[in-house]
């Protein structure tokens, strides 16, 4: 297929906070890169990301308690707008939590839909296979393509299901994040401190074990400050309970930041303590800016990313003792922090942009890939 005559369609939920959606506004820029034409479309009227192309804004036409008819009539927009502009392929990145809404997307919304791509973000089954992971097996061997973001994705979860033509395409990070830009926030300004950052979800984040574990590592007691930012609902809930701590007056919370990489870049290194994810951003935009990282060794995503002591540090078990351990571990050993800073922009070149952006040419320009 030549390039240029290529028509894309992303489908998401929004273009803000989470690492799909800049995930989704990422790609949109990569495929008008490549000579694509690009259409999204988002369900909710939220955009923190840029992207490229034409943009179809479902959210905008939310209005009062989103009854069943009203999601019917936008399956029946995203229906009409499909068949209208006649795409060659609908790339598409929303969760599929609900076995029989996806019955309704696979066999209306994209009815007559050639080239279907889901793109699979989390290794937790319910979020992507929903509670009928047998069933919903028959609707993605229906695609051309489901891209896994990492690996385990790939051979664990979905071979585990029968899912065939599933590739592993890893998410990209941008040389743009290298140059931040604004200003330090006045709160963090002369501080030491150590970051997190991310959905202020707590069942799928554990905020709380990253909070016990500064606790205990008592960082707190060498003027070392921990920052958690991020937006969501359990950040009142967090707040209180980073206030029952010793290390309390070293906690900050600071609010979603659509540009956090100057944040990112004057932080001591990063942590990543999510029980489940796909292939955690915050660990490529955290190496890019040749920031180390200190990560749970979870199922999916930070083995793919980090070398232990080259470019972060692995931590095996969920013990807040030893993620503690490793936490002063990463502030206090400077040859090995060195080291893994000096790593750690280098570490990750196979998932530059460009890399990337060559592996999804691959898959959209040639089908036998697949084979």
């Known amino acids: 297929m030549n390039g240029k005559a290529i028509k894309i369609c992303i489908v998401g939920i929004s273009l803000a906070r989470g690492g799909a959606e800049r995930l989704m506004a990422l ?3 990569m495929f008008s890169g490549l000579g694509y034409k690009v259409h999204l479309i988002i369900l909710n009227d939220d955009i923190d990301y840029p992207y490229s192309g034409k943009l179809f804004n479902l959210g ?9 008819y009203k999601r ?4 029946w927009r995203i229906k ?15 969760p599929k939590d609900e076995y029989y809404k996806e019955l309704l997307y696979a066999n209306y919304a994209y009815k007559g839909v050639k080239k279907r791509i889901y793109v699979v973000h989390s290794a937790r089954k319910e979020t992507y296979l929903t509670n009928k992971p047998e069933k919903i097996s028959s609707i993605y061997n229906k695609n051309f393509a489901t891209v896994a973001v990492s690996k385990y994705i790939k051979d664990k979860l979905l071979a585990a299901y029968g899912i ?4 592993n395409i890893y998410n990209p990070y941008h040389n743009d994040w290298k140059k931040p830009v604004g200003k330090l926030p006045s709160i963090l300004e002369n501080k030491n401190y150590i970051l997190s950052y991310g959905r202020l979800v707590d069942k799928t984040k554990d905020f709380r074990f990253l909070i016990r574990s500064f606790e205990t590592s008592f960082l707190w007691k060498k003027n070392v400050y921990l920052v958690i930012m991020g937006k969501g609902p359990d950040t009142e809930m967090l707040t209180d309970y980073a206030n029952t701590t010793q ?16 944040i990112i870049k004057n ?3 990063i942590t990543l303590t999510s029980r489940y994810e796909g292939f955690p951003m915050v660990l490529l935009e955290s190496l890019s800016l040749g920031v180390p990282v200190v990560a749970l060794d979870i199922n999916s995503g930070p083995s793919e990313i980090i070398q ?10 969920r013990d807040e003792n030893h993620f503690a351990a490793a936490m002063n571990l990463m502030f206090s050993d400077e040859p090995l922090y060195n080291n893994c800073k000096k790593n750690a922009e280098h570490s990750i070149e196979k998932f530059s942009f460009d890399s990337i952006s060559k592996e999804w040419k691959k898959l959209l320009e040639n089908p036998k890939l697949l084979k």
Do not use: M
């Not at 019917?72 to 399956?75: E, I, P």
């Not at 232990?308 to 078990?317: A, D, F, I, T």
């Open 27 to 29: 790609q949109s820029r």
């Open 60 to 68: 905008k036409c939310k209005t009062g308690k989103d009854y069943f």
């Open 72 to 75: 019917l009539w936008r399956l």
């Open 80 to 94: 009409k707008y499909i068949k209208k502009q006649g795409f060659d392929f609908v790339i598409d990145h929303r």
């Open 164 to 167: 065939i033509n599933a590739i």
């Open 247 to 262: 290390g309390k007056s070293h906690i900050i919370f600071l609010p979603f930041q659509k540009e956090p990489f100057l």
């Open 267 to 269: 932080s001591r290194y």
């Open 308 to 317: 232990h002591r080259v470019n972060g540090l692995l931590v095996k078990n």
